[in-house]
Protein backbone atom coordinates (compact mmCIF):
# COMPACT_ATOMS: atom_id res chain seq x y z
CA UNK A 1 0.00 0.00 0.00
CA UNK A 2 1.47 3.27 -0.87
CA UNK A 3 0.88 6.89 0.52
CA UNK A 4 -0.94 9.11 -0.67
CA UNK A 5 -0.14 13.03 -0.39
CA UNK A 6 -3.47 14.72 0.95
CA UNK A 7 -4.49 18.20 0.26
CA UNK A 8 -3.16 20.88 1.94
CA UNK A 9 -5.68 21.46 5.49
CA UNK A 10 -3.17 22.26 8.01
CA UNK A 11 -3.65 25.50 8.69
CA UNK A 12 -0.41 26.42 8.83
CA UNK A 13 0.82 23.42 11.34
CA UNK A 14 3.92 21.55 10.24
CA UNK A 15 2.73 18.37 11.52
CA UNK A 16 -1.14 18.10 12.09
CA UNK A 17 -3.97 18.07 8.81
CA UNK A 18 -7.74 18.80 9.49
CA UNK A 19 -7.48 21.66 10.85
CA UNK A 20 -8.40 23.76 8.25
CA UNK A 21 -10.24 24.12 4.70
CA UNK A 22 -13.17 23.22 2.59
CA UNK A 23 -13.42 19.78 4.46
CA UNK A 24 -13.52 21.15 8.13
CA UNK A 25 -16.23 23.81 7.28
CA UNK A 26 -18.58 22.10 9.35
CA UNK A 27 -16.61 20.96 11.66
CA UNK A 28 -18.12 20.56 15.56
CA UNK A 29 -14.73 22.30 17.91
CA UNK A 30 -15.02 21.25 21.54
CA UNK A 31 -13.76 24.68 22.37
CA UNK A 32 -15.04 26.86 19.65
CA UNK A 33 -12.21 27.07 17.17
CA UNK A 34 -9.17 24.96 15.71
CA UNK A 35 -6.22 24.37 18.34
CA UNK A 36 -3.35 25.67 17.97
CA UNK A 37 -0.02 24.34 18.98
CA UNK A 38 2.98 26.50 18.65
CA UNK A 39 4.47 25.63 22.11
CA UNK A 40 4.37 22.23 22.21
CA UNK A 41 5.79 22.27 18.48
CA UNK A 42 8.45 24.37 19.65
CA UNK A 43 9.70 21.86 22.76
CA UNK A 44 9.14 19.02 20.06
CA UNK A 45 11.47 20.84 17.48
CA UNK A 46 14.10 21.15 20.37
CA UNK A 47 14.26 17.98 21.93
CA UNK A 48 13.18 15.32 19.37
CA UNK A 49 15.64 12.65 19.31
CA UNK A 50 15.30 12.39 15.08
CA UNK A 51 14.51 14.34 12.78
CA UNK A 52 12.13 12.43 9.91
CA UNK A 53 13.12 13.06 6.11
CA UNK A 54 10.77 14.66 4.39
CA UNK A 55 7.68 12.00 3.55
CA UNK A 56 9.76 9.38 4.62
CA UNK A 57 6.95 6.80 6.13
CA UNK A 58 8.67 7.89 9.26
CA UNK A 59 7.50 11.42 8.97
CA UNK A 60 4.16 10.25 7.70
CA UNK A 61 3.27 7.72 10.56
CA UNK A 62 4.44 10.38 12.89
CA UNK A 63 2.43 13.07 11.54
CA UNK A 64 -0.88 10.84 11.13
CA UNK A 65 -0.71 9.88 14.78
CA UNK A 66 -0.45 13.69 15.65
CA UNK A 67 -3.44 14.55 13.11
CA UNK A 68 -5.34 11.94 15.11
CA UNK A 69 -4.42 13.07 18.93
CA UNK A 70 -5.66 16.55 18.02
CA UNK A 71 -8.88 15.11 16.34
CA UNK A 72 -9.61 12.99 19.34
CA UNK A 73 -8.75 16.16 21.86
CA UNK A 74 -10.65 19.25 19.86
CA UNK A 75 -13.39 17.59 18.06
CA UNK A 76 -17.03 17.11 19.20
CA UNK A 77 -18.40 14.63 16.90
CA UNK A 78 -16.55 11.55 16.12
CA UNK A 79 -18.38 11.86 12.14
CA UNK A 80 -15.84 15.56 12.00
CA UNK A 81 -13.17 12.76 11.78
CA UNK A 82 -10.97 12.34 9.24
CA UNK A 83 -8.01 10.67 10.54
CA UNK A 84 -9.77 6.88 11.58
CA UNK A 85 -12.68 5.04 9.80
CA UNK A 86 -15.45 6.06 12.70
CA UNK A 87 -17.86 3.04 12.06
CA UNK A 88 -14.58 0.78 12.71
CA UNK A 89 -12.34 2.49 14.77
CA UNK A 90 -10.91 0.70 17.89
CA UNK A 91 -8.53 1.87 21.04
CA UNK A 92 -6.80 -0.91 23.34
CA UNK A 93 -4.11 -0.52 25.76
CA UNK A 94 -1.70 -2.71 27.16
CA UNK A 95 -4.07 -5.73 26.33
CA UNK A 96 -7.35 -4.13 28.01
CA UNK A 97 -10.72 -3.89 26.42
CA UNK A 98 -10.89 -2.04 23.36
CA UNK A 99 -13.52 1.25 22.99
CA UNK A 100 -15.17 2.07 20.03
CA UNK A 101 -14.20 5.60 18.62
CA UNK A 102 -17.22 6.61 20.25
CA UNK A 103 -16.39 5.46 23.88
CA UNK A 104 -12.64 6.59 23.18
CA UNK A 105 -14.37 10.29 22.49
CA UNK A 106 -16.13 10.09 25.44
CA UNK A 107 -13.48 9.85 27.76
CA UNK A 108 -10.68 11.39 26.22
CA UNK A 109 -7.06 10.35 24.97
CA UNK A 110 -5.82 10.24 28.85
CA UNK A 111 -8.35 8.22 30.41
CA UNK A 112 -8.30 5.98 27.68
CA UNK A 113 -4.43 5.35 28.31
CA UNK A 114 -4.45 5.60 31.74
CA UNK A 115 -7.64 3.00 32.69
CA UNK A 116 -5.96 0.78 35.10
CA UNK A 117 -7.47 -1.26 38.37
CA UNK A 118 -3.66 -0.32 40.38
CA UNK A 119 -3.31 3.09 39.68
CA UNK A 120 -6.68 4.45 41.48
CA UNK A 121 -5.59 2.93 44.90
CA UNK A 122 -2.13 3.93 44.58
CA UNK A 123 -3.22 7.62 44.77
CA UNK A 124 -1.88 7.94 41.29
CA UNK A 125 -4.16 8.28 38.46
CA UNK A 126 -8.51 7.45 38.73
CA UNK A 127 -9.70 7.30 35.35
CA UNK A 128 -13.04 6.86 36.78
CA UNK A 129 -13.11 9.98 38.93
CA UNK A 130 -11.44 11.79 35.99
CA UNK A 131 -13.62 13.82 32.88
CA UNK A 132 -12.48 14.50 29.70
CA UNK A 133 -12.31 18.10 30.47
CA UNK A 134 -10.66 17.50 34.31
CA UNK A 135 -7.99 15.03 32.84
CA UNK A 136 -6.64 17.25 30.01
CA UNK A 137 -6.60 19.91 32.46
CA UNK A 138 -4.55 17.71 35.26
CA UNK A 139 -2.39 17.16 32.57
CA UNK A 140 -2.42 20.88 30.80
CA UNK A 141 -1.30 21.94 34.29
CA UNK A 142 1.64 19.54 35.11
CA UNK A 143 3.11 20.05 31.37
CA UNK A 144 2.25 24.20 30.54
CA UNK A 145 5.05 24.25 27.75
CA UNK A 146 3.27 21.11 26.38
CA UNK A 147 3.29 17.04 26.28
CA UNK A 148 5.52 16.08 23.12
CA UNK A 149 5.53 13.29 20.60
CA UNK A 150 7.71 11.08 18.25
CA UNK A 151 8.14 8.14 16.82
CA UNK A 152 11.12 6.70 17.42
CA UNK A 153 11.29 4.01 14.79
CA UNK A 154 8.84 2.47 12.47
CA UNK A 155 9.21 -1.16 12.31
CA UNK A 156 6.46 -2.45 9.32
CA UNK A 157 4.74 -0.27 7.13
CA UNK A 158 0.80 0.18 6.16
CA UNK A 159 -1.71 -1.99 5.96
CA UNK A 160 -0.47 -2.81 9.68
CA UNK A 161 1.90 -0.10 10.81
CA UNK A 162 4.19 -1.00 13.99
CA UNK A 163 6.47 1.62 15.82
CA UNK A 164 7.71 2.60 18.69
CA UNK A 165 7.00 6.10 20.34
CA UNK A 166 8.43 8.49 23.07
CA UNK A 167 5.83 11.20 25.06
CA UNK A 168 7.63 13.66 27.22
CA UNK A 169 7.31 17.15 28.41
CA UNK A 170 9.01 19.12 31.79
CA UNK A 171 6.97 18.95 34.74
CA UNK A 172 6.78 22.62 35.52
CA UNK A 173 3.64 22.89 37.01
CA UNK A 174 1.96 20.60 39.90
CA UNK A 175 0.12 17.19 39.63
CA UNK A 176 -2.64 16.28 42.28
CA UNK A 177 -1.22 18.02 45.19
CA UNK A 178 2.28 17.26 43.95
CA UNK A 179 4.81 20.44 43.31
CA UNK A 180 7.02 21.07 40.34
CA UNK A 181 10.16 18.98 39.71
CA UNK A 182 10.91 20.94 37.01
CA UNK A 183 12.48 17.52 35.81
CA UNK A 184 11.67 16.11 32.29
CA UNK A 185 9.17 13.63 32.60
CA UNK A 186 9.11 10.80 29.53
CA UNK A 187 7.75 7.21 28.43
CA UNK A 188 8.22 5.12 26.20
CA UNK A 189 5.67 2.68 23.98
CA UNK A 190 4.94 0.46 21.13
CA UNK A 191 1.84 1.16 18.91
CA UNK A 192 0.26 -1.37 16.50
CA UNK A 193 -2.12 0.74 13.63
CA UNK A 194 -4.17 -1.17 11.41
CA UNK A 195 -5.02 1.43 8.55
CA UNK A 196 -7.44 0.91 5.82
CA UNK A 197 -6.30 3.09 3.09
CA UNK A 198 -3.76 4.90 1.88
CA UNK A 199 -4.54 8.36 3.59
CA UNK A 200 -3.74 5.75 6.79
CA UNK A 201 -6.96 6.07 8.30
CA UNK A 202 -6.96 3.70 11.40
CA UNK A 203 -9.31 1.35 11.88
CA UNK A 204 -7.65 -0.36 14.94
CA UNK A 205 -5.13 1.21 17.24
CA UNK A 206 -3.31 -1.35 19.93
CA UNK A 207 -0.44 0.75 22.52
CA UNK A 208 1.41 -0.77 25.21
CA UNK A 209 3.69 1.10 27.46
CA UNK A 210 4.44 1.08 31.43
CA UNK A 211 2.36 4.08 33.00
CA UNK A 212 4.82 4.30 36.12
CA UNK A 213 7.26 5.53 33.46
CA UNK A 214 5.40 8.74 33.10
CA UNK A 215 3.42 8.56 36.97
CA UNK A 216 6.48 8.05 38.79
CA UNK A 217 8.15 11.50 37.80
CA UNK A 218 4.70 13.12 38.46
CA UNK A 219 4.93 11.87 41.84
CA UNK A 220 8.43 12.26 42.79
CA UNK A 221 7.71 16.15 43.68
CA UNK A 222 6.69 16.87 47.84
CA UNK A 223 3.02 18.14 48.64
CA UNK A 224 1.96 21.21 48.27
CA UNK A 225 0.22 20.70 51.16
CA UNK A 226 1.91 17.82 53.59
CA UNK A 227 0.24 15.04 55.19
CA UNK A 228 0.48 11.92 57.01
CA UNK A 229 0.78 10.21 53.64
CA UNK A 230 3.47 11.92 52.13
CA UNK A 231 6.30 9.65 52.96
CA UNK A 232 4.12 6.44 51.68
CA UNK A 233 3.29 8.73 48.21
CA UNK A 234 6.91 9.38 47.64
CA UNK A 235 7.81 5.80 48.43
CA UNK A 236 5.07 4.77 45.55
CA UNK A 237 6.76 7.45 43.20
CA UNK A 238 10.21 5.85 44.06
CA UNK A 239 8.83 2.91 43.54
CA UNK A 240 7.30 3.43 39.83
CA UNK A 241 9.96 5.04 38.55
CA UNK A 242 12.09 1.91 39.64
CA UNK A 243 9.77 -0.16 37.78
CA UNK A 244 9.95 1.70 34.38
CA UNK A 245 13.36 1.70 34.99
CA UNK A 246 13.51 -2.15 35.01
CA UNK A 247 11.08 -2.14 32.57
CA UNK A 248 12.89 0.17 30.15
CA UNK A 249 16.27 -1.80 30.06
CA UNK A 250 14.39 -5.02 29.52
CA UNK A 251 12.03 -4.95 26.48
CA UNK A 252 12.02 -1.50 24.75
CA UNK A 253 14.36 -1.88 21.69
CA UNK A 254 16.52 1.65 21.24
CA UNK A 255 15.15 3.89 18.52
CA UNK A 256 13.54 6.84 18.76
CA UNK A 257 9.86 8.10 19.65
CA UNK A 258 6.38 7.96 18.88
CA UNK A 259 -0.40 10.13 22.36
CA UNK A 260 -0.19 10.26 21.94
CA UNK A 261 -2.24 13.22 23.69
CA UNK A 262 -3.86 16.43 23.49
CA UNK A 263 -5.06 19.86 24.34
CA UNK A 264 -3.70 23.25 21.93
CA UNK A 265 -0.47 22.86 24.34
CA UNK A 266 -0.01 19.06 24.29
CA UNK A 267 0.64 16.77 21.54
Same mark, same amino acid.
Given at each position: =???? /????????????????????? %??????????????? %????? /???????????????????????? =???????????????????????? %????????????????? %???????????????????????????????????????????????????????????? =?????????????????????????????????????????????????????????????????????????????????????????????????
Amino acid at each position: =MEVA /AAADSSGGDRYRSHLAGDGEK %NTVWRHGAPPTYDAV %NSLFE /AERTQEWPAGSLEETVQNAIKTWE =MELSHKARLEDFKSVSPGRFRLSV %NGGKALTGEETLAVGSY %NALLTSPILPDAGAYDAAAETFESSHDLFRAAFPRGFAWEVIRVYSGPPVITFKFRHWGH =MDGPYKGHAPTGEKVEFYGVAVLKVVDEQLRAEDVEVYYDPGELLGGLLKGPLLVPSTEEDATRQLAERLGEAATVSASGAAPQTQACPFLASGKRE
